[in-house]
């Protein structure tokens, strides 16, 4: 049965509350930081707490609804302030990734943003999407092959409709639907593949029927370009 007494002010609920004001000036300034008031109310809890201020009435009276509730406060603010530390940590993680690109591939930062953030949106590493389009293109938005393959990628137009029906092939031009769609097509081929880069990529650059009909033969469709983009051997 609740003790009579529950809620009822006496001496421990007024040393209770003495000692949490006691806490609060004697953090000052540093109370109205969310971190350092959770801080500071979790060991002032367990001091009150392990000292017997906080036991019989004063714990489950109504007197401490309005520090409970200030904890939940606290809690939550600290909470959303750590997911936006950590926002902000992959944030600079990203620019420090995109400059290291650019400075490799010596490009500018907006091209290589651009690349870093197609090929997280397809789901393409990023390595593997800078290669592709330095091999394919030098870096070069308007470059065209002479079979007629498009842009930074260096993609068919035909093959652009078939990700993209309807799709205008001037837009190929345009720096992010070539990456978009050239990125999308490669992870389609290593799809296909189940993961295997090497002919993903000759499947890219000859055809995925030439890769296949090759295959089926016995014969090896090494044509060099994987191993341009890998960096290995071919």
């Given at each position: 049965?609740?003790?009579?007494?529950?809620?009822?002010?006496?001496?421990?609920?007024?040393?209770?509350?003495?000692a949490l004001a006691r806490l609060r000036d004697g953090l000052g300034a540093a109370w109205h930081d969310p971190a350092g008031r959770l801080r500071a109310l979790a060991v002032g809890g367990a001091v009150l707490a392990g000292s017997h201020l906080l036991a019989g009435q004063f714990l489950y009276g109504p007197r401490l609804d309005?520090?409970?509730?200030?904890?939940?406060?606290?809690?939550?603010?600290?909470?959303?302030?750590?997911?936006?530390?950590?926002?902000?940590?992959?944030?600079?993680?990203?620019?420090?990734?995109?400059?290291?690109?650019?400075?490799?591939?010596?490009?500018?930062?907006?091209?290589?943003?651009?690349?870093?953030?197609?090929?997280?949106?397809?789901?393409?590493?990023?390595?593997?999407?800078?290669?592709?389009?330095?091999?394919?293109?030098?870096?070069?938005?308007?470059?065209?092959?002479?079979?007629?393959?498009?842009?930074?990628?260096?993609?068919?137009?035909?093959?652009?409709?078939?990700?993209?029906?309807?799709?205008?092939?001037?837009?190929?031009?345009?720096?992010?639907?070539?990456?978009?769609?050239?990125?999308?097509?490669?992870?389609?081929?290593?799809?296909?593949?189940?993961?295997?880069?090497?002919?993903?990529?000759?499947?890219?650059?000859?055809?995925?029927?030439?890769?296949?009909?090759?295959?089926?033969?016995?014969?090896?469709?090494?044509?060099?370009?994987?191993?341009?983009?890998?960096?290995?051997?071919?």
């Amino acid at each position: 049965m609740m003790d009579a007494r529950i809620g009822r002010p006496d001496g421990r609920g007024a040393r209770a509350r003495a000692a949490l004001a006691r806490l609060r000036d004697g953090l000052g300034a540093a109370w109205h930081d969310p971190a350092g008031r959770l801080r500071a109310l979790a060991v002032g809890g367990a001091v009150l707490a392990g000292s017997h201020l906080l036991a019989g009435q004063f714990l489950y009276g109504p007197r401490l609804d309005g520090l409970r509730d200030e904890m939940r406060t606290v809690a939550a603010q600290a909470r959303d302030a750590q997911s936006e530390a950590a926002r902000l940590a992959a944030e600079l993680e990203d620019v420090r990734e995109v400059h290291k690109w650019s400075e490799e591939y010596r490009i500018p930062v907006d091209l290589a943003t651009a690349i870093h953030e197609a090929a997280r949106q397809e789901g393409l590493r990023a390595e593997l999407a800078f290669r592709l389009v330095q091999v394919e293109s030098g870096f070069r938005q308007r470059a065209v092959s002479p079979v007629g393959a498009v842009g930074y990628t260096q993609l068919l137009p035909s093959t652009a409709v078939g990700l993209e029906p309807g799709l205008d092939p001037a837009r190929l031009f345009d720096r992010d639907t070539n990456l978009r769609l050239g990125f999308r097509y490669l992870v389609q081929l290593l799809e296909g593949y189940e993961g295997d880069e090497r002919l993903a990529l000759l499947a890219y650059n000859r055809g995925p029927g030439v890769v296949r009909a090759m295959l089926s033969r016995g014969e090896d469709p090494a044509n060099g370009f994987a191993g341009q983009v890998l960096r290995v051997a071919d």
